[in-house]
Structure formats: structure tokens, C-alpha cells
């Protein structure tokens, strides 16, 4: 899934307004990547508000400090203009298409992400994947997260899911595809804007995924 509006689109529109620059998003994206390989956000250690809007205050900054723009657009004015917007979670086009392929194909599928423990109400209720995701496992909730590889251990034996039956797929390298193959998964890492053309295990496309042999 992904934010609506994008963070990168809050970003430019926000640059431009507050200092007149356009900046491409696709460079904001790339910067984006780059940015969350060094700072991670952690769902587990941060609980409240305020510990929140610390660490996207300094992530905001590193943010603006890889485009070169921090002397000319406040950090936490960047902060402020995210709160100010009502953003929603969507399915990437195409990926209910897959969901539902694999689904057909008998495969149980779980989601395992770095997140709080809403992540169940927006999968089921905004994303209406009722029926098509099995299982919700989230990092706040269990009290490890990602990149920690038992993160992913506990998974399989909290649901009794043989690994060698399965595969993963994830967006991250650092997140995901170092820590799922570190335990011996399957993993393909999804590298739509293509920032790992050297990585030989991955997908663009999340239909690509038909062209493989999963398991």
C-alpha cells in the first residue's frame, strides 16, 4: 500500500511554497530511500506524540540537508505541513490483482510490517482485504521489529508456517530482504522506482512475481 497524497508530492508542494524551488518528486523519492536505509522508525520505542514529532523533526532535517535545501525550508515547518494534510492508505495499482492470484493459488498471506497496532483496522477497513489477508503481524504489538530477523521468526512460529513453503516480498532491503534471507526465506526485494539495479532478486512489478517459481 501507499500514502495519498505521496509524501514525496507534500514535500515538493511544501518546498515550493516555502521557498520557491521545484524539486523533482522522483529525486525526493530516491532521497526518500536513501533516508529510511539510516533512519529507521521504530513503532516499538515510540509511544507517544511527542517522541513521535522528535524523530520526523530529525528526519525531516536529514531529509532537506540530502537536498541541499535545509538553509532555505524549515525542518519543522516540513512537520506542520504533513499534519495539515488528511492522508489515507490505497492499494498500489495492480496489487490486489496479485493478492487475489495467489490467494486463488491456495497461498496463505500475511503481512509483517513495522507499524502500530491500527495496522489491522486500516488492512481490513480502508484497504477492504478482509478475506484475502490471513495474518496482521505488526512490530508495536509484539514488542520486536524489523530489521531484527526474530521479528520474522516469531511469525512463522506464532502461525505454525513452515519457511521453506514460503515466500517474501518487501520494499526495503535493510528491512526486509536482508533480515527475511538471513532466516533462509525466499525474498524478493520491490524495487519499483529501480534505486537496486544491481540486485539480481527483484521485482518492479509486483505481477512480476507470476513469472517465478515462489516456492
Given at each position: 500500500?501507499?500514502?495519498?497524497?505521496?509524501?514525496?508530492?507534500?514535500?515538493?508542494?511544501?518546498?515550493?511554497?516555502?521557498?520557491?524551488?521545484?524539486?523533482?518528486?522522483?529525486?525526493?523519492?530516491?532521497?526518500?530511500?536513501?533516508?529510511?536505509?539510516?533512519?529507521?522508525?521504530?513503532?516499538?520505542?515510540?509511544?507517544?506524540?511527542?517522541?513521535?514529532?522528535?524523530?520526523?523533526?530529525?528526519?525531516?532535517?536529514?531529509?532537506?540537508?540530502?537536498?541541499?535545501?535545509?538553509?532555505?525550508?524549515?525542518?519543522?515547518?516540513?512537520?506542520?505541513?504533513f499534519n495539515e494534510h488528511e492522508t489515507h492508505w490505497q492499494l498500489k495499482r495492480g496489487a490486489l490483482d496479485v493478492?487475489?492470484?495467489?490467494?486463488?493459488?491456495?497461498?496463505?498471506?500475511?503481512?509483517?510490517?513495522?507499524?502500530?497496532?491500527?495496522?489491522?483496522?486500516?488492512?481490513?477497513?480502508?484497504?477492504?482485504?478482509?478475506?484475502?489477508?490471513?495474518?496482521?503481524?505488526?512490530?508495536?504489538?509484539?514488542?520486536?521489529?524489523?530489521?531484527?530477523?526474530?521479528?520474522?521468526?516469531?511469525?512463522?512460529?506464532?502461525?505454525?508456517?513452515?519457511?521453506?513453503?514460503?515466500?517474501?516480498?518487501?520494499?526495503?532491503?535493510?528491512?526486509?530482504?536482508?533480515?527475511?534471507?538471513?532466516?533462509?526465506?525466499?525474498?524478493?526485494?520491490?524495487?519499483?522506482?529501480?534505486?537496486?539495479?544491481?540486485?539480481?532478486?527483484?521485482?518492479?512489478?509486483?505481477?512480476?512475481?507470476?513469472?517465478?517459481?515462489?516456492?
Open positions: 500500500a501507499e500514502l495519498h497524497p505521496s509524501r514525496q508530492k507534500i514535500v515538493a508542494d511544501y518546498v515550493e511554497r516555502a521557498s520557491g524551488i521545484q524539486v523533482s518528486t522522483d529525486v525526493i523519492t530516491r532521497s526518500y530511500i536513501a533516508l529510511d536505509l539510516m533512519m529507521h522508525y521504530s513503532s516499538v520505542s515510540t509511544r507517544s506524540i511527542g517522541q513521535r514529532e522528535e524523530f520526523y523533526l530529525k528526519y525531516n532535517r536529514c531529509l532537506l540537508d540530502m537536498l541541499g535545501l535545509t538553509h532555505l525550508v524549515n525542518p519543522k515547518g516540513l512537520l506542520s505541513a493478492l487475489i492470484s495467489l490467494q486463488r493459488k491456495g497461498y496463505c498471506i500475511g503481512i509483517i510490517s513495522n507499524f502500530d497496532s491500527c495496522l489491522e483496522q486500516i488492512v481490513y477497513e480502508r484497504l477492504k482485504l478482509s478475506g484475502i489477508i490471513d495474518h496482521v503481524y505488526v512490530s508495536q504489538t509484539e514488542g520486536v521489529e524489523k530489521p531484527n530477523p526474530e521479528f520474522y521468526e516469531s511469525f512463522f512460529q506464532k502461525y505454525n508456517i513452515e519457511k521453506s513453503n514460503s515466500f517474501y516480498v518487501g520494499d526495503s532491503y535493510v528491512l526486509d530482504f536482508v533480515p527475511a534471507t538471513a532466516i533462509g526465506l525466499k525474498a524478493w526485494l520491490f524495487d519499483e522506482f529501480d534505486f537496486y539495479s544491481d540486485c539480481p532478486e527483484r521485482i518492479k512489478k509486483l505481477n512480476e512475481l507470476s513469472q517465478y517459481k515462489l516456492v
